[in-house]
């Protein structure tokens, strides 16, 4: 006859308090504390501690909990009360933030390499909904970068934790940093992987758009990526081909005389303007590819914004159009390029 197999647990070294009225499971790991410091805060816990046993641990809030346990839970390490979907490592930050002195929190926020311990605070608190601690742990993780930017291998566990917890401060921090290792060429495949799990989908176009450049060796392997790269490819293409005759709308001024004499100068202007970056007739540096169409937009913006500053001279007709509409055709054509680079990824289609 077998014997059935009993599992191993091990108390924690720390959080195992010999005077703790609560056992709970994390993992592997037995913690011991005192039902009144995870009772504070107005948590999940306050409500799971009060409520009957038969009702304690049903679904509260962003904590789900096992919806049953027996009167003896947590009351020995045989019995403990089990928190599932957390670590370890979440779990010892929060009883880390609750049980260390004052001087303590305020001396380890200020460091930089407890970084991860923040990180940890912020999920675990946002789950059970300990409101103060979370939104301490994410002002400590905005105070520790706004001014220095962060690791790369830390980029991926700050984006889900801002986005997590739609916290705009942290997510434009790392939105910055993301941006510029796309720029740079750095990390594309991985940071396809980390914009399509947290339905970044501005910067998911963005980096595909990059990975276009890059030779097809350095492609992902993942079919759907591929096709995503190669419809997009088409896709942009075909819309870069048109650019030439579809130059952004604008609306004309009141002091315009003639609304079909400056639209046609308008889109000469476009037009000629365009097929000089398509033919590479602005030089070596104003070069993009056939594809990029962000790129393009930004050359064209450039371009306009010095002939209305009477920096280059005038290409088309833009001059014969009065100042009002030259200003409104070059807010037209900057709103038109933050649109592009904004919904790049529907050019990345699916099969």
């Not at 409500?47 to 096992?66: K, Q, R, V, W």
């Not at 591929?226 to 819309?239: A, D, F, S, T």
């Not at 209305?308 to 037209?332: F, Q, S, W, Y």
Request: one cysteine or more.
């Amino acid at each position: 006859m077998e014997e059935s197999l009993v599992p191993i647990y091990s108390r924690d070294l720390e959080y195992y308090i010999d005077d703790g009225n609560v056992i709970l499971l994390v993992e592997t790991t037995l913690f011991k504390v005192h039902r009144s410091m995870l009772m504070k805060d107005e948590s999940v816990f306050c409500g799971m501690f009060s409520l009957p046993t038969e009702n304690a641990f049903e679904t509260s809030g962003a904590a789900t909990i096992p919806a049953e346990r027996s009167s003896m839970d947590g009351q020995s390490d045989e019995s403990p009360i089990r928190l599932p979907e957390i670590t370890a490592g979440q779990f010892r930050a929060l009883l880390w933030s609750l049980y260390a002195l004052p001087a303590d929190l305020v001396a380890t926020a200020e460091t930089q390499s407890q970084e991860h311990r923040f990180v940890d605070l912020a999920t675990i608190s946002h789950k059970y909904q300990f409101i103060t601690m979370e939104k301490w742990a994410l002002n400590t993780l905005v105070a520790l970068y706004i001014h220095q930017g962060c690791a790369y291998d830390m980029l991926d566990r700050l984006t889900a934790v801002a986005v997590m917890c739609d916290y705009k401060p942290l997510l434009d921090i790392v939105l910055v940093q993301w941006r510029r290792s796309i720029g740079e060429g750095f990390g594309l495949l991985n940071a396809a992987e980390v914009f399509q799990r947290h339905g970044l989908h501005d910067l998911l176009g963005l980096t595909y758009l990059a990975l276009l450049c890059k030779k097809r060796h350095e492609w992902p392997a993942d079919n759907k990526h591929v096709i995503r790269l190669l419809n997009g490819y088409y896709n942009l293409v075909q819309e870069c081909s048109s650019l030439p005759n579809t130059p952004p709308h604008f609306e004309h001024a009141s002091t315009c005389t003639s609304a079909p004499r400056c639209g046609e100068n308008w889109r000469k202007t476009w037009k000629r303007v365009i097929i000089e970056i398509h033919t590479g007739k602005l030089g070596k540096a104003a070069q993009v590819y056939r594809f990029d169409l962000p790129g393009q937009f930004s050359l064209a913006l450039s371009v306009f914004q010095a002939i209305v500053d009477d920096t280059i001279p005038e290409h088309g007709g833009l001059d014969k159009m009065v100042k009002e509409c030259r200003l409104n055709a070059l807010d037209a054509t900057r709103t038109k390029a933050k649109d592009v680079q904004g919904n790049l990824i529907t050019y990345f289609s699916d099969l």
